[in-house]
């Protein structure tokens, strides 16, 4: 069982009352106690099950405009006393830094918890089993799934206290369940894997395993038997889980830190167009039961929405305390990245997206990061299927996909399709006349 909130409070208070006394003017502690479990299976047979427990402290102590931070998982108290002694100690020797500083009393959280962030549901190891072994057993029902790569079921718990010298002091519970099936198909000669992944707040709304195991068949079988294309310049879909992709590079493109730092092709893009009229994305930490939301970030600041590109235009950047200072900005609780980050829905549905040409390529896998944030140049290895007249036609694979953000980003068109399946979310997504490089 996870660490109760008054224990966590008590651990706490305790580092911030000792911080002061040895000489800290400021200090912000987080405990954090996580329980999780896993089993893993491979072709039928249990390759694994483990259970894991961690018990924490990540404390930052402030004297003047020095700072430091130390964690450690060994929380006894001599050990405590230690760490807490030697965060101090660094902190008197740190160089002064006129920024540092906690953020401000006005911008904590307050009100009432109502989001849905912990399931009490505990499962036996047994049920976890179970449900990977309906999963494999529906995939290896299908013609040509020979064996899998690895499937597995993972429960986690876990429950924190943040507190600081400015009074502020709050946590809550929350909990993940996660199960995927990987598998591998085999035909001619040809051989091809792929996997289905499903991760939700409670266990109710995970995939049931059928679904889990049949999706994960269906993805490997459309990969087999391959063909290799000439390079071309063309439009391109992504599949939802790849679309996503583009908008991890564009949240760490507007980071304060990397605005502050001038290392991102977006840092003298806000109040200007980025994207096409038709493209908004938002961050939304107050959605009920997703798995990026939350009340607070780790600077105890309060998550409010953000309207980040409205009509296309570059509204906002994810700030944190400091680099907010830096770019003359206040920090909109965004210390420990985005929370719900999602395009919002296109206009048009997924059949209109793949029959807007003749030919368009349905990417469905890519290979690397791909993204230069620097310069915004954008290449990556991938594999999909290609669309002839609206239908899906063959497997590709051994294909780059090359362009750069600023183009590709006016070159959107997105179906309306959305499903908020992770914390990063996209419908499927087209981009026209992207270079691909083949045989």
């Given at each position: 069982m996870i660490k109760e909130k008054d224990y966590l409070n008590t651990i706490a208070d305790q580092c911030l009352s000792k911080a002061k006394k040895l000489g800290s003017t400021e200090a912000s502690v987080l405990v954090m106690n996580s329980v999780s479990e896993n089993v893993n299976i491979r072709n039928r047979k249990l390759d694994g099950s483990t259970r894991s427990e961690n018990l924490g402290i990540a404390l930052t102590t402030y004297i003047g405009k020095k700072k430091s931070s130390i964690s450690s998982s060994d929380l006894n108290e001599k050990n405590l006393d230690e760490l807490i002694k030697r965060c101090v100690?660094?902190?008197?020797?740190?160089?002064?830094?006129?920024?540092?500083?906690?953020?401000?009393?006005?911008?904590?959280?307050?009100?009432?918890?109502?989001?849905?962030?912990?399931?009490?549901?505990?499962?036996?190891?047994?049920?976890?089993i179970d449900y990977i072994n309906e999963a494999e057993e529906e995939a290896f029902s299908k013609?040509?799934?020979?064996?899998?790569?690895?499937?597995?079921?993972?429960?986690?718990?876990?429950?924190?206290?943040?507190?600081?010298?400015?009074g502020f002091s709050d946590g809550y519970k929350t909990s993940q369940f996660t199960a995927y099936c990987e598998v591998v198909s085999k035909n001619n000669g040809s051989m091809e894997r792929d996997y289905e992944y499903s991760s939700k707040r409670f266990f109710q709304d995970i995939l049931k395993p059928k679904d889990l195991g049949a999706k994960a068949a269906e993805l490997a079988l459309k990969k087999l038997n391959p063909k290799k294309i000439k390079s071309e310049k063309l439009n391109i879909v992504f599949d939802k889980r790849i679309a996503k992709s583009f908008l991890s590079a564009f949240s760490s493109?507007?980071?304060?830190?990397?605005?502050?730092?001038?290392?991102?092709?977006?840092?003298?893009?806000?109040?200007?167009?980025?994207?096409?009229?038709?493209?908004?994305?938002?961050?939304?930490?107050?959605?009920?039961?997703?798995?990026?939301?939350?009340?607070?970030?780790?600077?105890?600041?309060?998550?409010?929405?953000?309207?980040?590109?409205?009509?296309?235009d570059l509204n906002d950047f994810l700030i944190d305390t400091y680099n907010g200072k830096k770019i003359k900005?206040?920090?909109?609780?965004?210390?420990?990245?985005?929370?719900?980050?999602?395009?919002?829905?296109?206009?048009?549905?997924?059949?209109?997206?793949?029959?807007?040409?003749?030919?368009?390529?349905?990417?469905?896998?890519?290979?690397?990061?791909?993204?230069?944030?620097?310069?915004?140049?954008?290449?990556?290895?991938?594999?999909?299927?290609?669309?002839?007249?609206?239908?899906?036609?063959?497997p590709v694979s051994e294909i780059t996909i090359a362009g750069n953000l600023n183009d590709i980003f006016k070159n959107i068109t997105l179906a309306n399709d959305l499903e908020f399946n992770y914390a990063i979310n996209s419908p499927t997504m087209l981009v026209e006349g992207m270079i691909v490089g083949g045989k």
């Open positions: 100690e660094s902190t008197k020797i740190t160089p002064e830094d006129e920024l540092n500083s906690l953020a401000d009393k006005e911008l904590y959280f307050e009100g009432d918890k109502n989001l849905d962030l912990y399931d009490e549901t505990i499962l036996e190891n047994q049920q976890k013609k040509d799934i020979i064996n899998t790569n690895g499937s597995g079921f993972s429960q986690n718990k876990s429950n924190f206290v943040l507190a600081n010298s400015n493109a507007i980071s304060s830190s990397a605005i502050a730092k001038g290392t991102t092709f977006l840092k003298d893009k806000l109040n200007e167009k980025i994207f096409n009229d038709k493209i908004n994305i938002q961050d939304k930490g107050d959605i009920k039961k997703a798995n990026g939301s939350r009340y607070f970030d780790s600077e105890g600041v309060k998550i409010k929405p953000l309207d980040l590109v409205k009509n296309g900005m206040q920090s909109n609780g965004r210390s420990s990245g985005s929370t719900n980050l999602y395009f919002l829905n296109g206009s048009i549905s997924f059949n209109e997206l793949i029959n807007s040409s003749k030919r368009i390529l349905y990417i469905n896998e890519t290979i690397g990061r791909g993204s230069n944030l620097i310069t915004g140049d954008y290449s990556v290895g991938a594999s999909g299927l290609m669309i002839e007249n609206g239908e899906f036609s063959y």
